[in-house]
């Protein structure tokens, strides 16, 4: 798939609009001038029209740099929307529980607090939705995936994470090693909301944000690349935004 | 926080598959056995996708994914569907 254009999308997003009514990322996020940026250009509005040789020489400078870290089709966003495919959970820490799953049959458990003890990292990292949002630099709290399978010996190369909820999404274990990925607990300094998938969600910025997926309660390890929920109903396998792996 | 629609807002993606108005139709649920219009079903359309799922039991009847050129449509979670003639 070539590129979209800022245009294409939003032609795209009225197409969608039109057929299926209000679209997932709700209008706000798509009404949003790609030049006006506030945090990411550092340009602030009511300078605009007083000076606009410095305005122009800003944006062009910063949209440049933010434009190399859009992967083709995405539009960038300042808010978080708010996606879900069924009933948000209420899962309170004192009853959550992590559980991963080897082929052996043994089960890894931590409670919440043996997460937490871990250790805990901050990351920035950038997160890219299928449905054409990207956020740059969001500031992130969670545990590296390294330390849940520290200890774990697996032949199998696939990983099914499942959700409170029923919510399923399919990776390959080497994209969730090595500083990858994390089990995150806050989002922008506070803990996740369960709208946004707390107490924690799965946290794997470098694939469609579909992947991360909220609700985290367990990892099974899998011989084969089963596909998960969004991949079953037609969204890709792997899902790399650099690609535009959307679909199938 | 209401998250989510009757099933009539599956009217115009299920037109472009269905040369009748489906959403009128009854079906039963694959999960639970409950037979009801498609318009009763819960759908969830903030998400990648639609999501039709039943209102008894929550397990999802029907997706809807708009692939641009293609439409990719999951009946998986219905058992049956009664089309009237």
């Known amino acids: 798939m070539t590129a979209a254009t800022a245009g294409g999308t939003a032609e795209k997003f009225a197409r969608v609009t039109a057929r299926f009514g209000t679209h997932p990322c709700d209008v706000r996020s798509y009404a949003v001038p790609t030049v006006n940026r506030g945090r990411s250009t550092g340009v602030p509005v009511a300078r605009i029209g007083a000076d606009m040789s410095f305005a122009t020489r800003g944006f062009s400078g910063r949209r440049r740099e933010a434009d190399t870290r859009l992967p083709p089709g995405q539009t960038l966003v300042q808010d978080w929307p708010v996606l879900s495919a069924g009933p948000t959970p209420q899962v309170d820490t004192a009853d959550w529980e992590l559980t991963l799953q080897d082929e052996t049959g043994t089960d890894h458990r931590w409670s919440w607090d043996e997460l937490l003890a871990l250790g805990v990292e901050d990351v920035t990292v950038d997160i890219h939705c299928v449905t054409h949002w990207t956020r740059l630099d969001m500031a992130w709290r969670g545990v590296s995936l390294d330390k849940l399978f520290e200890d774990v010996e697996s032949e199998h190369e696939f990983v099914m994470a499942h959700s409170y909820g029923g919510y399923t999404a399919n990776l390959p274990l080497e994209d969730l090693l090595d500083g990858k990925a994390w089990i995150a607990t806050e989002a922008d300094g506070a803990p996740l909301t369960p709208e946004h998938g707390g107490p924690a969600r799965l946290l794997v910025p470098h694939l469609y944000f579909w992947k991360s997926a909220k609700w985290i309660r367990g990892l099974t390890m899998m011989p084969d690349n089963d596909a998960g929920f969004w991949e079953q109903y037609g969204y890709h396998l792997y899902g790399d935004p650099w690609k535009e792996e959307r679909y199938w | ?85």
């Not at chain 2, 009801?36 to 039709?52: C, F, K, N």
């Open chain 2, 1 to 85: 926080m209401t998250d989510h629609l009757d099933g009539n807002v599956l009217a115009g993606a299920l037109s472009e598959v269905f040369t009748t108005d489906v959403t009128a139709a009854r079906a039963r649920c694959g999960g639970c056995g409950r037979m009801s219009a498609i318009a009763e079903a819960m759908v969830y359309t903030s998400a990648p996708g639609l999501v039709a799922r039943c209102a008894g039991c929550d397990q999802v009847l029907a997706t809807i994914v708009d692939a641009g050129d293609r439409l990719i449509l999951s009946l998986a979670g219905l058992s049956a569907i009664e089309l009237r003639r």
